[in-house]
């Protein structure tokens, strides 16, 4: 359970299922990357670190050959892990 208390109140986040990963409530194996994507990932990084994650963040604790394999499979789908891009950009959006 991670709780915080700010000027604006208290949040606290429950811990995620039983058998899920602690940090983003998905199942995967340990060496891989936590799920960047996961709203439980993105909130519980949020309310630990004070920013937003990216998939920087959830392949950190990776191996540098699982790392590769990620970014390459992200960028042909169009994401661009060094950017801080967690989905593909929307076609026609303008920032």
Not at 50 to 64: M, N
Not at 69 to 94: C, F, S, Y
Request: aromatic letters at 6%; charged letters at 20%.
């Amino acid at each position: 359970m991670v709780t915080i208390n700010s000027e604006s109140g208290t949040m606290t986040l429950l811990p995620a299922a039983p058998g899920k990963c602690q940090e983003c409530a998905s199942t995967h194996d340990a060496d891989q990357p936590h799920n960047a994507q996961s709203l439980f990932y993105q909130v519980r990084f949020q309310m630990l670190h004070g920013r937003t994650p990216d998939w920087r963040d959830a392949l950190s604790h990776c191996t540098e050959d699982v790392r590769k394999i990620w970014t390459d499979a992200l960028a042909g789908h169009g994401i661009d892990v060094e950017a801080g891009q967690i989905n593909q950009p929307m076609k026609g959006h303008r920032r």
